[in-house]
């Protein structure tokens, strides 16, 4: 056979699934290990959609196969909200997830581009690299700095996929930190992949896009999600920024190269979930209800673990935190919580807690954990 196996060192199963796993055949267990927004959906948003799926079955409103790119009037929308009209319709693609994004971006990279990441982080941006075959240099976060990311440690790169805030930590980098690493892209004709999924959960005054101002426009690509914020992780919905200004190193465009690839891998997304999309942001920042609800949530949670003796660290600019103990939640508490140490061994010791957590779930965590000490 002339075919090599790419994927045999990855798992069957990736460390949600086996953190999951964990739980089965117990009772009674509340999860606040997994990152999937409880929700509900805005019940104006539902409307529109049922409205759309009627026009469907009309005569003369079926549609077929949408555009590739997306539907200019969503990337509009995602324009104003959150690039105030910086981009053009051209630059904003839109897809069905983050994870299938950075692929892509992987993929278009090729193998003998250099990735560097902060460890611990979104497992995607390690492994997606050792799909096709692309070296890989991990900067570690230590508890130490209490897991601050140190961009001064970030080495020479062609692609550095940088997640702010940061999953599982729910750290963000401050603007001096991401001008460091802007920087270094420059210096070296790197490109750093922002996975921006976290980013309206930001309370501080850190950044919520790396195109706070124009530096980042030659040196960076932005992903968006409507998983966390808008609860729409079963609607599969996405965005890639892909600036005019950035070039591959023999001066040819990423946009035009990316915008190729495109349309010769995918069909677009569902005009279901765009107009879902489309239906949401219309109506101003009603998502932001959800997102405060979440952090509320984060701040009595971190509270009651620092009063409990925990030692905490993150979580002020996202829906994560992390806990040092060496209690198992789970056996003592019936807590499923994502020990660090799924992420990397040397984070033993460590567990990360997710905000996203139903009313009555909340009541029962509270009560749990107030019982017990």
């Known amino acids: 056979m002339v075919l090599l196996n790419r994927v045999h060192n990855l798992k069957k199963t990736n460390i949600f699934q086996d953190v999951l796993a964990r739980a089965q055949g117990k009772k009674e267990v ?5 990152g999937d927004n409880t929700g509900p959906i805005e019940k104006e948003v539902i409307e529109e959609l049922l409205e759309e799926v009627r026009i469907f079955g009309t005569e003369g409103g079926h549609k077929g196969y949408p555009p590739e790119e997306g539907l200019d009037s969503l990337k509009q929308w995602i324009n104003k909200i959150f690039y105030n009209g910086r981009f053009s319709s051209e ?27 902060f460890l611990p982080g979104y497992p995607t941006y390690k492994e997606g690299c050792e799909i096709i075959g692309a070296p890989t240099h991990p900067v570690y976060l230590d508890f130490l700095s209490g897991f601050n990311p140190l961009v001064d440690n970030v080495p020479i790169f062609d692609v550095f996929y940088l997640c702010s805030p940061n999953n599982p930590t729910g750290i963000a980098l401050t603007q001096k930190e991401m ?68 070039k591959f190193r023999d001066g040819s465009s990423i946009l035009k190269a ?23 942001l219309k109506r101003g920042n009603i998502y932001l209800k959800g997102v405060e609800t979440t952090m509320k949530r984060v701040v009595s949670m971190k509270e009651l673990f620092r009063s409990s003796g925990f030692e905490v660290f993150g979580g002020e600019d996202g829906p994560y935190f992390l806990v040092k103990t060496g209690v198992d939640f789970l056996e003592k508490y019936n807590i499923l919580t994502l020990p660090l140490s799924s992420f990397a061994t ?21 009560s749990r954990l107030q019982n017990s000490f």
């Open 179 to 246: 001008e460091a690493l802007f920087a270094k892209a420059r210096n070296n004709g790197g490109v750093i992949v922002h996975d921006a999924c976290y980013a309206p959960y930001i309370q501080s005054k850190k950044p919520r896009t790396v195109y706070f101002d124009e530096q980042a426009l030659d040196v960076a690509i932005e992903l968006g999600s409507f998983s966390k914020w808008a609860a729409f992780s079963g609607i599969r919905l996405s965005w890639a920024v892909v600036p005019k200004e950035l």
């Open 30 to 34: 509340v999860s606040l290990a997994v």
């Open 91 to 117: 630059e904003i693609f839109i897809s069905d997830g983050i994870k299938t994004d950075l692929f892509r971006f992987q993929t278009l990279f090729g193998p003998e581009a250099r990735s560097s990441f």
């Open 258 to 280: 990316y915008t190729s690839f495109l349309n010769a891998t995918y069909n677009g997304v569902s005009w279901l979930s765009q107009k879902m999309g489309c239906a949401l």
């Open 346 to 366: 040397r984070y033993k010791g460590f567990t990360r807690v997710s905000g996203f957590v139903s009313e009555k779930n909340w009541e029962i965590v509270t």
